[in-house]
């Protein structure tokens, strides 16, 4: 049980989400953000909502805020940050151990993920933290389940 705590991940709550702490407060549990979304990426963890980047992307569409009728998800206008997350590719990337992968740069509509070339092995991919929007596109394409959002 305490190890379970201690290898517990921060949830990855919906776009515009509160902190952690507010969020919690606000949130009624009631649901209605995960019906409306499009791409079927809020998933129902421990009574919360969370996203699963595994099902897919986050199109921004604002659906979720918009059902929130908590204010657990806020979103301020057009112009509110959805979240900071980005893009980070894991030591286990296939490339990274020799293997030629390219398929994560595919998806990436804001081409932030750039392969640099190199010698002595196929060309590793880097993530452009300034590019990602952290929409998640990338996750699911990974053969090696190397990408992950933080
Ligand atoms: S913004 Fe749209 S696509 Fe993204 S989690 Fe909310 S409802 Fe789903
Ligand atoms: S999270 Fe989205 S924008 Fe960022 S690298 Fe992945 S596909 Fe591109
Ligand atoms: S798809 Fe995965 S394994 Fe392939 S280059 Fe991208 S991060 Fe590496």
Not at 61 to 90: D, F, M, Y
């Amino acid at each position: 049980m305490r190890g379970d705590f201690k290898a517990r991940r921060a949830p990855q709550r919906p776009p515009w989400a509160l902190t952690e702490e507010a969020f919690l407060g606000a949130c009624s549990r009631c649901g209605e953000c995960i019906p409306v979304c499009p791409t079927r990426i809020i998933v129902v963890v421990r009574g919360y909502p969370e996203v699963d980047f595994k099902r897919g992307e986050c199109s921004f569409c604002g659906a979720c805020a918009t059902a929130c009728k908590h204010g657990a998800l806020l979103r301020a206008g057009n112009e509110s940050t959805p979240w900071t997350i980005r893009a980070q590719v894991a030591e286990n990337c296939l490339a990274r151990h020799g293997v030629e992968c390219r398929v994560c740069g595919d998806p990436c509509a804001v081409a932030a993920i750039r392969f640099s070339p190199r010698l002595g092995g196929p060309p590793l991919p880097e993530v452009d933290a300034g590019s990602c929007t952290g929409c998640g596109a990338c996750v699911a394409s990974c053969p090696a389940a190397a990408i992950t959002l933080k």
